[in-house]
């Protein structure tokens, strides 16, 4: 079964680009993985500090080991980053 994960994220105030370039840095990290068939960062056109991460991938296990392919000390550095805590979503195709 393949799943689509939608991944929310809201920057503080002032740090929407920070939040942008950590999530553009681990893109390439969460493709690698066995299972990702695809992994989009994308942008609120009408609010910049609204991010989202559109993860497809074999299965719900996959997207989870991928999830943990980011290593903990950038998760740590990336809290900060954080309006509040991020969301997502799990769907089937």
Avoid: W
């Avoid at 969460?30 to 990702?36: D, L, N």
């Avoid at 074999?58 to 509040?84: G, Y």
């Amino acid at each position: 079964m393949t799943i689509t994960r939608s991944n929310q994220f809201q920057a503080k105030a002032s740090r929407e680009e920070s939040l942008h370039a950590f999530l553009q840095s681990v893109i390439s990290d969460i493709e690698t993985c066995p299972g990702c068939l695809s992994c989009k960062p994308l942008r609120s056109v009408d609010n910049p500090a609204c991010l989202a991460i559109i993860e497809q991938g074999e299965s719900i296990e996959a997207h989870q080991s991928a999830a943990s392919a980011i290593p903990p000390e950038k998760l740590a550095e990336v809290a900060a980053l954080f309006a509040r805590p991020p969301a997502g979503i799990y769907y089937r195709t």
